[in-house]
Nanobody
Framework: QVQLVESGGGLVHPGGSLNLSCTAS????????MGWFRQALGKERELVAG????????YYTDSLKGRFTISRNNAENLVTLQMNSLKPADTAIYYC?????????WGQGTQVIVSS
């Protein structure tokens, strides 16, 4: 059974940083391209960043380039998202899942609130 468990969210002031983690199980993580997604209140879920199974290739939504960094540790079945210079517009629930293709069942996500 696939499990995706996100953590690391919280309340942060504008300009602050957070490091999100996603621990995966139930599939061959080291062969799966992974992504981080977010869903703001009243909006559709959107792709934030993606990383290939090797870790060599990454993708970022244009508006986030330079502020967010995705990485992975295949030995620990872990994918992380370092978020810097956070803005109120980054407030959302953040999820990890397959970068492309039919997603696994979504985890509970981790809430990020950027507010002064």
């Amino acid at each position: 059974q696939v499990q995706l468990v996100e953590s690391g969210g919280g309340l942060v002031h504008p300009g602050g940083s957070l490091n999100l983690s996603c621990t995966a199980s139930g599939f061959i993580f080291s062969l799966q391209d992974m992504g981080w997604f977010r869903q703001a209140l009243g909006k559709e879920r959107e792709l934030v960043a993606g990383i290939s199974w090797t870790g060599y290739n990454t993708y970022y939504t244009d508006s986030l380039k330079g502020r967010f960094t995705i990485s992975r540790n295949n030995a620990e079945n872990l994918v992380t998202l370092q978020m810097n210079s956070l803005k109120p517009a980054d407030t959302a629930i953040y999820y990890c899942n397959k970068w492309v293709g039919v997603p696994f069942d979504w985890g509970q996500g981790t809430q990020v609130i950027v507010s002064s």
